[in-house]
């Protein structure tokens, strides 16, 4: 890829990014808000925040402040949505605001997603090193190049 291309994808990779940090706003999470876009084409196909599924409360964290088992991820909800919407995410590029954990990664290779895009670490490695192993691309756009 030559420099001008790199640079412009760059350019939309931090836009994107931007994006899925506002979207992220939607979450009613008290510990970590994190936000996804899905984008083919140069076209948002779907987007998602960390929540609970459709018709129950938005009340992620127990008396305990645990998360509760039944909430999903940014990514997980990005992608049902694409599925239930007849789209198809094959050869898309996931922006979200955190790094996958290993379920979430999981759902990427087998959605077909070939590209992830992230700001921020997530506390364990393991989705990125199984992104990588399943050749999916996966860059780290840190928070201060945003």
Avoid at 104 to 113: D, E, H, N, R, V
Avoid at 123 to 132: M, P
Wanted: a neutral charge; glycine letters at 6%; aromatic letters at 8%.
């Amino acid at each position: 890829m030559d420099n001008q291309k790199e640079d412009r994808l760059r350019k939309f990779d931090k836009h994107y990014l931007e994006m899925a940090a506002v979207w992220a706003k939607n979450s009613y999470c008290k510990r970590r808000q994190v936000g996804a876009l899905l984008v083919k084409n140069k076209m948002i196909i779907s987007d998602g925040f960390n929540g609970t599924p459709a018709g129950f409360e938005n009340q992620y964290e127990d008396e305990n402040d645990v998360t509760k088992p039944y909430v999903l991820h940014a990514e997980a909800n990005a992608i049902t949505k694409v599925a239930k919407s007849g789209n198809s995410s094959e050869g898309a590029t996931l922006y979200i605001t955190t790094a996958p954990c290993i379920e979430c990664a999981k759902l990427i290779i087998q959605s077909g997603i070939e590209r992830v895009v992230y700001s921020e670490e997530y506390r364990k490695s393991e989705g990125i090193e199984l992104l990588k192993r399943a050749n999916i691309k996966v860059e780290n756009f840190k928070d201060d190049e945003i």
